[in-house]
């Protein structure tokens, strides 16, 4: 290694289908190998995006302790127990049960911090690039000349505890994605104001066009309007709403497929009320797919239902492949989509959800013209990888 390089550890738990590790994926790849030497620590390998980490970039191994203490617990505590770390195992269902359970979970890294081992090497430069326990772990378990925290929801709402403020004062400098999302955290956390900036998510506009270039197999009925929808099936991400507004769709007579990829918690409970309502042709849970852009491109629309956000990386592919979008009004929602000009923006509701898909089925020309203008908008995501470098002072 250059001795004039510097050195810089990315932390997150895995790479699985997300927003943050999509984004952390294409920054990898925009990051200058000449610049920086970089060092990637994941809690759990294995997640789909795995397979996309530049060669360049030294993954390392992570250890039994840290996977069973920061992913699911049924999944990683025999291997805690069946090495000999009771005490450990012991805290790890504690901290379990206090977040299923206690009505202010509070804290939860303090129980298990004391048995996650520390990474021996020094840094330059260490970034824990998910909020919660990716950044945690490099506050406490890192050497690092300078810590970087990495927020990628928007906090409105929560409580925090003290220890949390006093973890997320601690760093150096924090990053967040929007504007929104950075007044939200401000406001949360004061004292931190003047460490914050705000570096976009990195969207590789080429690689999107020619990744959605790539053959696959649709049976689509070219009859309907084809919808398209991608994110994990939670609860943050509203497809049980979307679910309801197919319903009503349906029950309207107006002629829409709706085709959901990722996979989540909540599959179960979709799939039931799928069942239930005869939805079975028209809302379909499509599974996760590595390459998502081919479906995206050969959509109608793109609809996100979320009920709330941090700055959604999906909208943002929908625009660079020139697609409609209808999107419910989170607050950070504004820092991405103008309402009747990049996208139809609707409360965070079943009926209105409809309503914004309805509009745009019966009006043609509107479609068009928003697609037009999603197609104009300017990718800078250039921008964002020179705020990086100047965060690191490279």
């Given amino acids: 290694m250059n001795k004039n390089m510097k050195h810089i550890l990315f932390v997150i738990d895995t790479l699985r289908m997300g927003g943050a590790e999509k984004s952390l994926i294409s920054l990898l790849k925009a990051l200058d190998p000449n610049r920086i030497n970089v060092d990637l620590f994941l809690f759990e ?132 994605i929007s504007e929104e999302c950075k007044k939200a955290f401000v406001t949360l956390f004061p004292n931190t104001k003047r460490k914050v900036r705000v570096i976009e998510n990195i969207v590789l506009k080429e690689e999107i066009i020619r990744k959605a270039e790539e053959p696959v197999e649709l049976e689509w009925d070219k009859e309907k309007i084809n919808i398209v929808s991608v994110g994990r099936l939670d609860y943050q991400k509203g497809f049980d709403i979307g679910a309801q507004a197919c319903k009503i769709l349906k029950e309207r007579g107006v002629n829409v497929c709706w085709h959901v990829y990722g996979k989540g918690i909540m599959r179960e409970k979709i799939e039931s009320y799928i069942h239930d309502n005869n939805l079975e042709k028209d809302y379909i849970l499509e599974g996760i797919r590595t390459n998502p852009y081919p479906y995206m491109k050969q959509a109608d629309m793109i609809v996100q239902p979320s009920r709330w956000e941090g700055k959604s990386i999906v909208l943002d592919e929908a625009k660079i492949l020139g697609k409609v979008i209808v999107v419910t009004d989170y607050p950070s929602v504004k820092d991405q989509i103008e309402n009747n000009y990049t996208g139809i923006v609707t409360n965070i509701d079943a009926e209105s959800i409809a309503v914004g898909i309805e509009e745009l089925v019966k009006n043609a020309p509107l479609r068009r013209r928003l697609e037009q203008i999603c197609l104009q908008e300017v990718n800078y995501s250039f921008r964002a990888i020179n705020d990086f470098y100047e965060m690191l002072e490279v």
């Fill in 45 to 176: 390998h294995g997640g789909v995006l795995q397979s996309q980490v530049p060669e360049w970039v030294n993954t390392l191994d992570s250890d039994t302790l840290t996977r069973g203490m920061t992913l699911e617990l049924r999944k990683y505590l025999g291997d805690v127990i069946k090495e000999g770390h009771l005490k450990a195992a012991l805290a790890r269902i504690w901290m379990t049960l206090k977040s299923k359970f206690a009505k202010n979970p509070g804290f939860n890294w303090e129980i298990v911090e004391p048995y996650i081992p520390e990474i021996n090497t020094e840094y330059d430069v260490a970034i824990g690039y998910l909020e919660g326990f990716p950044d945690f772990f490099v506050l406490d378990k890192v050497k690092a000349k300078k810590k970087i925290g990495w927020i990628h929801i928007d906090m409105t709402g929560r409580n925090p505890t003290s220890s949390e403020k006093k973890y997320y004062e601690a760093f150096d400098e924090l990053a967040i």
